[in-house]
């Protein structure tokens, strides 16, 4: 299911959030149960599955990672798994050994190193990914464009697991 169309909202990786918030809110009200007061049980039923589905929309549409991936998903890109380069892998590796060892034992100064590798790595990902993005907005559902997008997407997994 294609929640875009579901939600009647253009396919992009930027949205705006307010119309998103504006296309939800109609589409609740429309399908509210109080609306339905003398339907039958099998139009609430309906109602009731519809706004399953449009909360999910919604749900998934407002999170920049779910909407990502939901557009991977939509776009058969996902359908296999992507090798993540190993540079990546090891920084990844030390904000998580500095995260445990900070668990144990408080230090500010592996504190303060940590939250840079994190935000440099944060900044570095959002960076990389973004003309990609950018160009997929334009239009572009070009195979290599959609190959850089998956390798970038699988580095956001793996950077945001168990964060």
């Not at 909360?55 to 920049?64: F, G, H, S, V, W």
């Not at 892998?89 to 904000?95: A, F, G, N, S, Y």
């Not at 944060?122 to 070009?142: A, H, M, V, W």
């Amino acid at each position: 299911m294609n929640y875009f169309d579901l939600l009647g909202i253009n396919e992009s990786f930027h949205l705006d959030t307010a119309e998103l918030k504006r296309k939800y809110y109609h589409l609740s009200k429309s399908l509210h149960p109080d609306l339905l007061q003398n339907s039958s049980t099998w139009e609430n039923q309906a109602s009731v599955l519809e706004t399953e589905k449009i909360n999910m929309a919604y749900e998934t549409l407002k999170d920049p990672f779910k909407r990502l991936k939901h557009l991977l998903e939509i776009h058969d890109v996902l359908n296999e798994n992507q090798n993540v380069d190993q540079s990546f892998l090891m920084e990844v590796m030390e904000i998580n050994e500095n995260i445990m060892e900070l668990e144990m034992e408080s230090n500010i100064e592996l504190l303060k190193n940590t939250q840079k590798l994190w935000n440099d790595l944060s900044q570095s990902i959002d960076t990389e990914i973004q003309p990609y993005l950018q160009k997929f907005n334009e239009g572009d559902r070009s195979q290599e464009n959609f190959a850089a997008i998956k390798r970038i997407f699988f580095k956001i997994k793996i950077f945001i697991a168990d964060k």
